[in-house]
């Protein structure tokens, strides 16, 4: 049987809680992110972007080109605490999840109630609109990166349906950006050689891929073909935690830099202690715009998953720093992990 796999996307997650928790927000740009003038939109409702407000961006061009939009502070306990009921209805259809953020899933249906994509999308749909009043976009195929690319289709509020039939028609208008492996970089070097769609791509060798893009050449050849091998995983083992993020605008402002750090902690605080896991090892990863890439670690005598000791060696590491350039990307890790067990032995 063909395998059937779901990708789940919420809609605006961030604005959308914000929307449905305060109804006067309803039909307004709404804007969730750092509210100093430093500060960045970690997103923003459907109603803001016709703005040309985007994720990622400095706050202070979002106020420019959208300045009657309303302007919140990140609340990232309510939106894990809606997360949290979302994921509760995605394990009804099946146990085989693979968790990519908090607002966004894989689904594989070979196991579960549900032996039918539509249906089970459908399900899903009405029982979030239903128990928490908000809306998500579905992509449904045979595998994870049509899957992906299918949910992003008919946003927001949208159901596609990738078949086997339907390739490689379907992908050969769509720009090469839409292909999974293949990075900001890597496009702009194709799009100087003359290469802006899968169509493009489509007729060069094998050698090519393996050529250009090394030992991932073979992965992004067999995409642009509508083949993925990757399964759905269930972590269940993990040896790390971690969230990380390329910034819209490169950036030298420390404040700016922790206010993503805090962001990150908060939510891997948050994923620790829904899984009671604890940890003592933090690291802080960036990226220069020169594309070097840096790593400190500090680690603690102790386990914890409490977000304030988190982040505090983290900003400690921060402050430490003695950046050279511009940043492009941030990121933050947690590892060294034990189980709840060990963090009650230390008690004793």
């Known amino acids: 049987m063909e395998k059937i796999i779901l990708h789940v996307d919420m809609d605006a997650f961030f604005a959308s809680v914000e929307q449905a928790d305060n109804p006067k927000f309803k039909g307004k740009p709404v804007i969730v992110g750092g509210v100093s003038e430093r500060g960045v939109v970690s997103t923003c409702s459907y109603e803001a972007r016709k703005f040309g407000v985007r994720s990622a961006m400095p706050i202070f061009?979002?106020?420019?080109?959208?300045?009657?939009?309303?302007?919140?502070?990140?609340?990232?306990?309510?939106?894990?605490?809606?997360?949290?009921?979302?994921?509760?209805?995605?394990?009804?259809?099946?146990?085989?999840?693979?968790?990519?953020?908090?607002?966004?899933?894989?689904?594989?249906?070979?196991?579960?109630?549900?032996?039918?994509?539509?249906?089970?999308?459908?399900?899903?749909?009405?029982?979030?609109?239903?128990?928490?009043?908000?809306?998500?976009?579905?992509?449904?195929s045979y595998n994870k990166f049509l899957a992906k690319l299918a949910s992003d289709w008919n946003k927001p509020n949208g159901i596609k349906i990738i078949t086997e039939n339907m390739l490689p028609d379907i992908l050969k208008p769509l720009p090469i950006s839409k292909i999974y492996g293949l990075g900001e970089k890597s496009v702009r070097k194709l799009n100087n050689m003359g290469m802006f769609k899968v169509e493009d791509l489509y007729e060069l060798p094998k050698e090519f891929f393996i050529e250009y893009f090394g030992k991932y050449g073979i992965d992004i050849y067999e995409r642009i073909r509508g083949i993925d091998n990757r399964e759905v995983t269930v972590n269940r083992d993990r040896k790390s935690y971690g969230r990380e993020n390329t910034l819209k605008f490169d950036t030298e402002d420390i404040q700016e830099i922790l206010h993503y750090v805090r962001n990150f902690c908060l939510e891997i605080s948050e994923d620790l202690k829904r899984k009671n896991v604890y940890i003592k090892t933090i690291t802080f990863k960036y990226k220069t715009s020169s594309f070097e890439n840096h790593t400190r670690s500090r680690s603690l005598t102790y386990y914890t998953n409490d977000f304030t000791t988190i982040y505090k060696v983290a900003e400690e590491i921060v402050k430490d720093e003695n950046f050279i350039g511009t940043i492009r990307l941030i990121g933050i890790t947690v590892s060294s992990i034990k189980e709840e067990k060990v963090e009650q032995l230390k008690l004793f």
Do not use: M, W
């Open 61 to 140: 061009i979002a106020q420019r080109l959208c300045p009657h939009g309303i302007y919140l502070k990140v609340r990232y306990y309510r939106y894990k605490e809606i997360s949290n009921r979302i994921f509760e209805i995605f394990r009804e259809v099946t146990p085989v999840i693979e968790p990519l953020s908090i607002d966004e899933a894989y689904l594989d249906l070979s196991e579960g109630k549900f032996n039918d994509g539509l249906e089970a999308a459908n399900y899903i749909k009405k029982r979030v609109r239903e128990e928490v009043g908000l809306t998500l976009s579905i992509g449904i």
